[in-house]
Structures are given as C-alpha cells and as structure tokens.
C-alpha cells in the first residue's frame, strides 16, 4: 500500500508563488497517474491538476489554473510538484495529492478514479 506525503502549504500573500510536492513512498510510482485536488471551508473538494503516468501529460481545472499553475514528477524521485504562481485568496485550501491506476485512460479528473490519497497540506492565500 502506498503512502503520499505533501508537504510545502504555508501562510502566503496574494500574488506569491508557492511549489507543492507530493512523495508517493509505496507504489510503483511510474504506473500511476498522479493528481491534485484541494478542498476550501465549506465547499466540495475539487480536481485541481493531474498528470499522465507514461507522457507525463497534464491536464489542469481551467483556463485559469492553467495559466497559473504547473503540476510536474519526477519519477526518479517518485515525487510530484504543483508550482502555484500568482496565488489568489480564492486559491486558499487544503491541497490533497492522490494516485490512480488507471487501465483503459491515461488520465483522469475524476476524483473516484484515484485510490490513495495523502493527508493534505494547507495552503492560505492572504489577501
């Protein structure tokens, strides 16, 4: 069973950057797709970003996490980044890392489709 590890939340102002990384300790890394999901006071935890387990293709929320955020591995490390750039107050939540074997896709942003989760590293955006 494996186990996800973030680390790099912290208490920032608006328009700071900040890099997230997620070490995956227990599964055989490079066969899982890899995501971030982030979850806000009072609201559903949503899809953030994910990458691809062969390409390492991204696949992001929208346009506007997009243009902000960079989700990265390293499989040398079995290790995964989110950098977060020009953070906004709207941006401050509990960011959770997961994993997904997935078989007939190569990516998902579908929350069911991932199996193991980390415990989350919070993130404040301070306006």
């Known amino acids: 069973q494996g186990r996800l590890v973030e680390s790099g939340g912290r208490l920032v102002q608006v328009g700071d950057s900040l890099r997230l990384s997620c070490e995956d300790t227990?599964?055989?890394?490079?066969?899982?797709?890899m995501g971030w999901f982030r979850q806000a006071p009072g609201k559903e935890r949503e899809f953030v970003a994910a990458i691809s387990r062969a390409d390492s293709f991204p696949l992001y929320k929208d346009s506007s996490v997009k243009s902000r955020f960079t989700i990265s591995r390293d499989d040398a490390k079995n290790t995964i980044y989110l950098q977060m750039n020009d953070l906004k107050p709207e941006d401050t939540a509990i960011y959770y890392c997961?994993?997904?074997?997935?078989?007939?896709?190569?990516?998902?942003?579908?929350?069911?489709?991932?199996?193991?989760w980390g415990q989350g590293t919070q993130v404040t955006v301070s306006s």
């Open positions: 227990g599964h055989a890394f490079v066969g899982y797709s």
């Open positions: 997961a994993a997904a074997r997935l078989r007939e896709i190569s990516i998902s942003n579908d929350s069911h489709d991932f199996g193991s």
